[in-house]
Structure formats: C-alpha cells, structure tokens
C-alpha cells in the first residue's frame, strides 16, 4: 500500500463475470458476489483479481439501498453502500461495515457557453438552488459569486435522482451541513422529499437528463461527469477556497477526515484549503456471522489484495485509497468480529 501522500482508492456495469468458469481449473473457479452502489474501480479490480487469482467476483451495481437489502438477504456475499450504517443498524443486521474506496460527488450542468469549472458556487447557494429559491441563472447571488463570467438569466432546472441511491445521501448529507434550511425541511438520506426539480435514475440517467437539458444542474460521481465530459461546477469549501473535483481535492477531504475505528467516517464539508466539500467514501458490508464462511473469506481476500495492489487501478478513476492505519484497523476488525457460527475465524 502506497503511504498516505500518494494515496488512491476507490456501476458503469450491471454485473461481471470476466471469464468463463471452464476456462479456470475446477481448484480455481471459486465465484463471489457484490451489489450496491455503481463504482467502477469494483469492475476493474474484479477483472484483475480473476486474472490473479481465478476468483470469479460478479458484482451487480445496483444502489447502496439495494445493496443493503442484498446483503440482509443473505443473496450477495458482500454489499456496497456510499450511506454508511449506524451501529444500531448493524447490530440488529448482524453486519460488519468498513469502508473500501474514497470519490467525490460533483455538480454538474449545462449552460450554452460555459465550461468545466467556470461557475463557482458556495453551499449555501447550492442548497437554495435545489430548494427552488433561486430560479435563473443569473440570480444576484450566483453573479456575486461569479463577477467575471456572463450569465444568461436562463431559468435553473435541477435534476436529481429519482433512484434510492447512495450518491444522493452524499449530496443531501453536504446541504444539511451547509444550510439549516435544508436541514430542517430536507435532511439527508439515499432518497428524500425533494422541494423541486425533475428525478433520473441512475449516474446515466442524471448524464442524459443534465446533457438534454439546457439550463440544467444535476449531481453525479465525479468519474461519470469526467466520462461524459459535462461541465463540472467549483465549489467553495469549508475554508473560503475554490476547488475543482479531481483526485487531489479528493485526497485532501479524505486527509482531513476524522477516521475511527468505527470506519463510518463522513467526508462531506471536511475543512482544507483543497478539500472536495462533497468527498464520500464506499462502504462494504458483510455477514458478522456468515452462513458460507468460506465465500465471505475469500470476500475478505479479495479486499485485502485490492488494498495491497489496487491502488493505480483506482487512481487512473480518481479514486482515493484508505490511509494505511485504517487498512490495518480494517484487517484487525476482520480477525476479532467475523466469525464462523460456532465462533472460529473465517477461513
């Protein structure tokens, strides 16, 4: 694992299944499963470690809400969700959570003229656009904000998603930190009442939703605006610094955030003068006591190498890896609490 100042780590797809099972030895073609929140880097880290290992990891980017539900079903060997579980969660689920992979949820738009990183907004401002309290383009606050670039007085239509997503428990986690108001009549959650705007589902829909409509902002991971090339909006963070979402902003939130070794940590509105203020992390949740212990030990396997030899991966997807002291709580956490029934370590 690289150290921390050149840490990286983190769907684009339903599910994978990389190679034929009868292209692997039958010793080999071990095969796990993984649903939830639609990060790329699990895709890409699945196909390695079958190139590695012979491992089949199918994983099934379904949302973090369907993700948990998979996992409490028992269908999936692992879930993946970007709203960490409180311990009450977890305790009555009889799940442990750690995090996996570090990204920014950035907002993005399209205005006729303006590029990546022209308008610069602040939280308070953002919130009030999504609670529809500011309508046009060139509403006084977003020009006090942006003196020197032209704005039309095109109205605002916010798109948001309509899918009970983790993506939207970041976003919504960052407005009820930087608006009272949001707090009050919104809140934060992967799904909530929203005061205005149209829902796409899904990273693509939101892409779609946002390039087809003139005057648009929506909300995506940083990794599908970047694809789709849609101009990304500076924020201003907790310190008064404009910041770009990128890799390096994300590292600085992730830096700054306060780990412990109850890995729930919440990075949104992390202070740094470089800091993303919208940086969340994904967060893997598997069976306390797992009816097939031997699929969750090679889950844990698959994880453990990921933390060792993902890092490239993730950074080509700018994504951010843990901090080394948090792999090591991750693996101590693994050795004391997830057991078979009868109460041995998993295999």
């Known amino acids: ?16 299944s990389l190679l034929p099972a009868s292209a692997l030895s039958p010793a080999a073609a071990m ?7 639609p990060h790329p ?24 809400a369907n993700g948990i539900k998979q996992i409490r079903n028992n269908i999936v060997t692992f879930g993946v969700s970007d709203m960490p579980l409180k311990a009450d969660q ?34 308070t401002t953002l919130a009030k656009i999504f609670l529809g309290e500011i309508k046009t383009w060139n509403h006084p606050a977003i020009v006090a904000l942006n003196p020197s670039t032209t ?6 239509v916010v798109v948001h998603r309509s899918d009970d997503i983790g993506t939207t428990f970041i976003w919504t986690s960052y407005l009820s930190k930087v608006s009272p108001e949001w707090k009050s009549k919104v809140g934060e959650s992967t799904s909530v009442d929203w005061p205005t705007g149209i829902g796409a589902n899904g990273n693509e829909g939101m892409v779609t939703s946002v390039q087809n409509t003139m005057g648009a902002i929506g909300y995506v991971e940083y990794v599908y605006a970047k694809q789709s090339r849609l101009a990304t ?3 201003i963070n907790k310190d008064g610094k404009t910041v770009e979402p990128g890799f390096t902003a994300f590292q600085a939130a992730a830096r700054n955030g306060r780990w412990s070794k109850e890995d ?6 992390q202070p740094g003068a470089a800091s993303w203020p919208i940086t969340g992390a994904a967060f893997i949740l598997v069976q306390e006591h797992p009816k097939d212990p031997i699929a969750v030990g090679e889950a844990l396997n698959f994880f453990a190498w990921a933390f060792t030899k993902g890092d490239k991966m993730a950074e080509d ?9 948090v792999v090591v709580d991750i693996e101590n956490v693994w050795a004391s609490k997830i057991k078979e029934a009868i109460g041995r370590p998993v295999p």
Do not use: C
Not at 317 to 325: A, C, E
């Open 1 to 16: 694992m690289k150290a921390f100042s050149t840490i990286t780590f983190a769907g684009l797809i339903a599910a994978t």
């Open 31 to 37: 095969e796990i499963s993984g649903a939830g929140a």
């Open 41 to 64: 880097i699990f895709v890409k880290w699945a196909d390695a470690y079958q190139t590695e290992t012979g491992t089949v990891v199918n994983y099934y980017a379904i949302g973090s």
């Open 90 to 123: 977890l305790n009555r689920e009889g799940l442990i959570q750690f995090p996996g992979v570090i990204g920014g949820t950035v907002p993005v738009m399209n205005l006729e003229g303006i590029k990546a990183g022209e308008v610069r907004l602040d939280g």
């Open 151 to 156: 704005l039309p007085p095109h109205p605002i």
């Open 233 to 235: 909006v500076s924020m």
């Open 264 to 269: 729930n940590v919440i990075l949104t509105h």
């Open 317 to 325: 997807l700018d994504y951010v890896p843990l901090p080394q002291n």
